[in-house]
């Protein structure tokens, strides 16, 4: 609706109005004057004037119908809201929702109304709720908690609710935001780790079944149960990746909401600058009516003066009038004008007091209009406004009243009584003046105009007060500036970022507040959205008072005026800090499980075929030796043996690189660094693959440094040498070569190298050889089995003690790989220093040896082996029996104690005997060791550890390193 505006400043333009709307109207039973009195003027200027009350009082109707578009468009914009907006009571009764909060609660706006909110809450959140609704009456300040609403014909929701008191105390908004799609991501996320937790724990029992090899049908289950398990890994990995789609969607939907909640503030500014001309012009309004008392004084003041001239005319025509009558009536009506005009001035005195309420106002009246009727001394009134009444001291009903309408926006709201308390002469009126009946109809026309400015006043005051609270009530940071960057306002929430309050911050800039170099980012994003004129956003890292540093996302768009014409900036601005990490940790966790599959996809797949294959293999010899023995000859006997040997150490081999592989996968593998000279352990390795060597017809050659002495894990640095030589037999081709060379560098660290002649790599194989998603595993050029494990273990032993294992290769042409290794510094005095043990084989002999170990074919392999030097060999099955046997018999000098056995284990046995034999030596045996194993071996007082998948000679190395 477009306003019609009078132009005020021009008091002859609304004079000249007023005058034309003055012929057009007549005062009927007016006292007729000589034209040329000044009597006669002063009414005319009274009519004149209050036709230009007329005209104002006109302007205010179309200002107050302007006022209820507005009120109407903010209402809409209230219930249209996405998130839930809710007024209770101090009670908990709800007396405002807008329609997102009714479909929360699953029922109509209008059955919600006066109903208790505290009726959806559910039990257990219930205590918190009313906790919360006490806080926010208490103390008035903006609070938050966390509950569950329970709708009607609906599912449990997760809210979140933040609120603040208005002024009153009386009555409070909420804002209610649905966070169970949060909620339910959170605990997605903490099912997805209990299912990676009880992946580790499968992976575990997978491994301890491996070993239980020798019960046929149990292992056959295992492995059926495994192709099971790792149908299940898929389905769940699928899963997973049908989660990770579902959380780009809500992040997606997410950021859309945040695009519509910004369209809705840029609504809301644009009616806070509406409310705030508006409030600019009523002031401007009540400039003018200033100007116009103002005017009223200096016209009161030429009146008084024209009165002083008016009764020195009166004086010179008292000898003028010869009826003494005429005269006195004269002064009568001057007198009566008089009390017109005081009663007009006193009325916009009163109207221009905007902090006087409604009962002053009208009690203030009630005196004006006693004073200004003609016998005021028994003159009495009463003021009715919807339905309150107000009256004069003396107020009673007589016969003799006046009574006047009261009307605002064109309908009567209460009415003017004015009664005189005893009967006078008759008048125009009755006892009354046609003149007092004008002017009861001047101050009643006036009174409407003030009434209805009042309550428009008072509309515009609660509307602005709603939106700053909504405003206030947003958890974003939200601000204003100009073109030069000058705050024009901002909400609690940037306060708080601050740390000054509104005020503070209303007039200053960014250098004001920040550092230099935060306030010319802050302006370059500024000046990036003035010139263009567009939405521009971006992430910036700011610092609270308190020193809590957070990303805030920020979006900044154009300030309009209501021509549509930039006049600054409105910025809104995100915590996303909370986001952002949860962003990285869905990626690190999705990286993780990534990595746990392919792991688990490895695992499984050598679990299922690449040990499958030798067990068959392994089983069908011995079923041929177990049903053919009989009509076998020596020779095939001796050819079918030398077979089952190859098969078994495949598939020790095999399984030795799964255990090591698991370790490390664990993080159960532990370096043990100390000085070796590393010139035998490569003779070692070479002498350990000559027979595989030779069968091929390779040749092995070595370049190796005399004395090189270095610091790393002894076993580890084993175990990478022969994987790498056992690599290179394998992919050379018969005929070929390898190398094994190792010097010193000038960077105190020792070289390794590995070099062959065989069939090589191109560049697709060697970027996939330490993926485990990526599969690169091929047979050898003799058809050798690989796990494609070897060269895992290599690296992480050889990066695990400081080194870098690098490989250079080309198809069909070798390849070589090389890894360095700490050289031992004795200028470092840092170095763990251990001399080696000189092992005098040849003085191991008639030795009583206890072997406690509960399988029979192991117990009686051990027997076989301990046979070439000892003089009696005991057996014991369970950890008790050991004990038993040692006790009775004190001469035992060797006991080889497995850790796992029925009753007490192998650790517990060890320490019963270490209570009255401190001194037999006591080698525990196991499976395979753990990284805790050592220790505990070591305080149960067992002098060494060992695998039980052994040969002679390092049984007799381990065994003389502590009896020799």
């Not at 002063?42 to 179309?62: A, D």
């Not at 099971?228 to 859309?256: H, M, P, S, W």
Request: charged share 30%; hydrophobic share 40%; aromatic share 6%.
């Amino acid at each position: 609706m477009k306003k019609k505006k009078f132009d005020t400043s021009d008091a002859d333009s609304l004079r000249k109005k007023a005058e034309e709307l003055l012929k057009k109207k007549s005062f009927s039973g007016a006292t007729i004057l000589n034209p040329e009195s000044d009597v006669l003027k002063l009414i005319h200027e009274l009519q004149v004037h209050q036709i230009e009350l007329e005209m104002q009082n006109s302007e205010l109707i179309e200002s107050k119908e302007l006022a209820e578009t507005t009120a109407k468009e903010y209402a809409e914009l209230y219930n249209s809201a996405p998130m839930g907006y809710v007024t209770l009571s101090s009670k908990g009764e709800v007396k405002k929702l807008n329609f997102a909060m009714a479909m929360m609660l699953g029922k109509k706006q209008l059955q919600l109304t006066d109903s208790m909110f505290g009726f959806f809450v559910t039990d257990e959140t219930k205590l918190a709720f009313n906790l919360f609704l006490d806080n926010v009456f208490r103390t008035k300040t903006k609070e938050s908690c966390e509950v569950m609403l329970s709708p009607k014909g609906k599912d449990t929701i997760h809210v979140y609710l933040s609120g603040v008191a208005d002024e009153s105390g009386k009555e409070c908004l909420l804002t209610v935001v649905d966070i169970s799609e949060l909620k339910k991501t959170e605990q997605e996320l903490i099912i997805s780790r209990r299912e990676n937790f009880l992946l580790a724990n499968l992976a575990t029992a997978n491994k301890e079944l491996v070993f239980q090899n020798e019960e046929k049908a149990k292992r056959a289950d295992e492995l059926v149960i495994a192709n099971k398990e790792l149908k299940y890994q898929n389905e769940e990995k699928a899963k997973r990746a049908d989660e990770l789609v579902i959380a780009n969607k809500e992040l997606k939907y997410q950021n859309e909401e945040k695009a519509k909640r910004a369209a809705e503030l840029v609504i809301a500014n644009k009616e806070l600058k509406y409310q705030n001309e508006e409030k600019a012009k009523r002031a401007a309004e009540l400039v003018i009516a200033n100007k116009e008392l103002k005017y009223q004084n200096e016209e009161k003041a030429k009146r008084a003066a024209e009165l002083v001239n008016a009764n020195k005319k009166l004086e010179i025509q008292k000898e003028l009038i010869s009826t003494v009558e005429q005269l006195r009536k004269a002064e009568h009506d001057l007198k009566e004008r008089n009390k017109e005009l005081q009663a007009m001035y006193g009325l916009s005195k009163i109207a221009a007091y905007n902090d006087l309420n409604n009962e002053g106002l009208y009690r203030a009246l009630l005196n004006i209009i006693k004073g200004s009727w003609q016998y005021p001394e028994i003159t009495c009134c009463r003021i009715v406004v919807d339905g309150a009444e107000y009256c004069t001291e003396n107020f009673a009903e007589t016969d003799w009243k006046q009574s006047e309408p009261i009307k605002s926006d064109g309908k009567v709201i209460g009415r003017i009584d004015v009664l005189y308390l005893k009967k006078k002469k008759e008048a125009g009126e009755g006892p009354f003046l046609n003149e007092e009946r004008n002017l009861l109809i001047a101050i009643a026309e006036r009174l409407g105009y003030i009434i209805n400015r009042k309550a428009a006043g008072e509309e515009i005051k609660r509307q602005s007060a709603l939106i700053n609270s909504l405003i206030d009530s947003i958890p974003d940071l939200i601000f204003f500036k100009d073109k030069e960057g000058v705050f024009l306002g901002c909400n609690s929430a940037f306060t708080a970022l601050i740390g000054k309050p509104k005020e503070e911050l209303i007039g200053k800039t960014d250098y004001d507040i920040v550092n230099k170099e935060t306030a010319d980012f802050f302006r370059h994003h500024d000046k990036l959205m003035l010139t263009e004129n567009q939405t521009h956003r971006n992430e910036e890292l700011v610092t609270y008072p308190d020193g809590r540093k957070v990303l805030l996302d920020t979006m900044k768009t154009p300030y309009l005026d209501a021509n549509g014409d930039l006049i600054g900036i409105l910025g809104i601005g995100r915590d996303i800090t909370e986001k952002k990490k949860s962003e990285a940790e869905i990626k690190l966790k999705n990286e993780e499980l990534l990595e746990i599959n392919s792991e688990k996809d490895k695992f499984f797949s050598i679990v299922a075929h690449d040990l499958r294959g030798p067990f068959s293999g392994f089983l069908g010899l011995t079923n041929i030796f177990a049903s053919e023995f009989s009509e076998m000859n020596q020779d095939e006997i001796q050819k079918l043996a030398l077979l089952m040997k190859d098969s078994a150490v495949n598939l020790y081999r095999l399984l030795e690189n799964l255990l090591e592989w698991s370790q490390m996968k664990r993080g159960l593998t532990v370096v043990n660094p100390e000085q070796f000279s590393i010139n035998k352990i490569l003779s070692g390795s070479i002498n350990l693959i000559k027979e595989l060597a030779a069968k091929k017809e390779i040749t092995i050659s070595s370049d190796v440094q005399e004395e090189l002495q270095v610091f790393a894990d002894i076993n580890m640095f084993e175990a990478a040498v022969r994987n790498l030589l056992s690599n290179a037999l394998k992919f050379t081709n018969k005929g070929g070569s390898v190398t094994l060379s190792a010097n010193s560098t000038t960077d105190n660290k020792v070289e390794v190298s590995v070099k062959d002649t065989g069939i090589g790599m191109n560049k697709e194989i060697m970027e996939g050889l330490f993926r485990l998603d990526v599969s690169t595993k091929r047979k050898g050029t003799d058809g050798e089995p690989t796990t494609g494990l070897g060269l895992h273990i290599c690296k992480e032993f050889i990066e695990k003690n400081g080194g870098i294992l690098t490989i250079e290769s080309e198809e069909g042409k070798g390849s070589t790989f090389k890894f360095t290794i700490p050289l031992f510094d004795e200028k470092a005095g840092e170095n763990k220093v251990l001399q080696s043990v000189k092992v005098n084989r040849g003085g191991i002999n008639n030795l009583t040896v206890l072997i406690a170990e509960d399988d029979n074919i192991s117990a009686k392999l051990l027997a076989s082996l301990v046979r070439k030097f000892s003089k009696e060999t005991l057996i014991a099955r369970t950890g008790l029996e050991a004990v038993e046997i040692c006790r009775n018999n004190p001469d035992i000098d060797l006991v080889l104690m497995d850790i796992k056995m029925p009753g007490i284990d192998g650790f517990e046995a060890t320490r019963q005997i270490r209570e009255f034999n401190k001194d037999v030596v006591i080698i525990a045996q196991t499976a395979f060791v753990l990284s805790d194993h050592a220790e505990k071996a070591k305080e149960a007082g067992f002098n060494d550890t060992i695998t039980k998948i052994f040969d002679i000679e390092f049984l007799e190395e381990i065994i003389g390193k502590h009896i020799g």
